[in-house]
Nanobody, 115 residues
Framework: QLQLVESGGGLVQPGEALRLSCVAS????????MGWYRQAPGKERELVVV???????NYANSVKGRFTISRESAKNMTYLQMNSLKPEDTDVYYC?????????WGKGTLVTVSS
């Protein structure tokens, strides 16, 4: 069993930055991969970034160079640093982890980019 809890969403203006956090209920050793997805109303959930335990990352083209995933293993925390935010980044962002072949999701945190 794995619980994931996101935080850090909010309202920002275009060009600003925001950092999302996700805390896992267990260590990252068995969670592989972990990542972030996002979903707008009426649309399918899409990949933002995924990171394997070996450190390999895969970013969506739309966020490359602007978003960065990182982790603090001692705290079971993973982060998504989002810079140069655009209105089209407005979505609910979900933390994801795969544990022993099972997919787990957080409840999401809303990011709104608007002037």
């Amino acid at each position: 069993q794995l619980q994931l809890v996101e935080s850090g969403g909010g309202l920002v203006q275009p060009g600003e930055a925001l950092r999302l956090s996700c805390v896992a209920s267990r260590s990252f050793n068995s969670i592989n991969p972990m990542g972030w997805y996002r979903q707008a109303p009426g649309k399918e959930r899409e990949l933002v970034v995924v990171r394997s335990n070996s450190g390999i990352t895969n970013y969506a083209n739309s966020v490359k160079g602007r978003f960065t995933i990182s982790r603090e293993s001692a705290k079971n925390m993973t982060y998504l640093q989002m810079n140069s935010l655009k209105p089209e980044d407005t979505d609910v962002y979900y933390c994801h982890g795969r544990l022993y072949g099972m997919e787990y999701w957080g409840k999401g945190t809303l990011v709104t980019v608007s002037s």
